[in-house]
């Protein structure tokens, strides 16, 4: 499940994919524009440019923008950055996994079909970027 962290970022990120040519947003502009608590979307925009994904201009015509073009920038991974894995069991998880304990994996139902899941999800969120969300926002 999305945690309301993941939806937040991904209302900004459609709202900053929207103003992709228009320079800098500021951030009570996207606060105001998609009903986000300011503080709430501070951090998420912080962790948003440590990782690599917006950058920010100080000053009059400042604010923070996409460091990438919107369709370079998959859904999954804008997913992992904010909510974490993509996988429902750290079993099958692709980049966080962990062995569950008191379980054998080749001979588990429940992981076997938890793979296909996660399959069936990436091959979505893999093949989706900002651009696309935007143009459905």
């Excluded at 569950?100 to 979505?124: F, G, P």
Aim: glycine content about 4%; charged content about 30%.
């Amino acid at each position: 499940m999305l945690s309301k962290k993941s939806q937040y970022a991904f209302k900004a990120l459609a709202y900053l994919t929207e103003k992709f040519n228009d320079g800098p947003v500021l951030i009570s502009d996207i606060a105001k524009k998609k009903k986000i608590p300011l503080k709430f979307l501070e951090n998420i925009l912080l962790e948003l440019k440590k990782a690599d994904i917006l950058d920010s201009k100080k000053g009059k015509g400042g604010g923070y923008f996409l460091k990438q073009r919107p369709e370079k920038i998959k859904v999954a991974t804008i997913i992992r950055l904010v909510n974490g894995p993509i996988a429902m069991l750290p079993c099958v998880s692709l980049y966080f996994y962990e062995r569950c304990k008191n379980c054998n994996e080749k001979h588990c139902y429940l992981h076997d079909m938890m793979v296909e899941v996660r399959d069936a999800t990436l091959q979505i969120v893999e093949n989706r970027t900002l651009k696309d969300l935007s143009e459905h926002e």
